[in-house]
């Protein structure tokens, strides 16, 4: 699985910015995706995972502001950012599970007034 995520940008608190990540491979249907974060100076963090038949689930942290969603057929993982703080700002990760962990190369958000 190869995945590529894009979107990522320089908002100002209270906006909002919607991160996509594209996948290749035929493993993405049976895949749990991720989004996960990492700010300069912390460990990454999960942000959110969603998988088939499951509800999505969230960090506390993001829970109400995030939404995360998937595109089976174009296989697409997106993550929908509403009211962004800037305790946000960091590098999104989109990741992907089944039998082994892929990663894609992270996509850069900032916050900041």
């Known amino acids: 699985v190869q995945l590529q995520a894009s979107g990522g940008g320089l908002v100002q608190p209270g906006e909002s910015l919607r991160l996509s990540c594209a996948a290749s491979g035929s493993l993405f249907q049976r895949a749990v995706m991720y989004w996960y974060r990492q700010a300069p100076g912390k460990e990454r963090e999960l942000v959110a995972s969603i998988s088939y038949g499951s509800d999505p689930k969230y960090s506390d942290s993001v829970k109400g502001r995030f939404a995360i969603s998937r595109d089976y ?6 993550l929908q950012m509403n009211d962004l703080r800037p305790e946000d700002s960091g590098v999104y990760y989109c990741s992907s599970y089944y039998r082994l962990q892929y990663w894609g ?3 850069q958000v900032t916050v900041s007034s």
């Open 105 to 107: 190369q992270g996509t």
């Open 73 to 78: 057929r174009n296989k697409m993982l997106y």
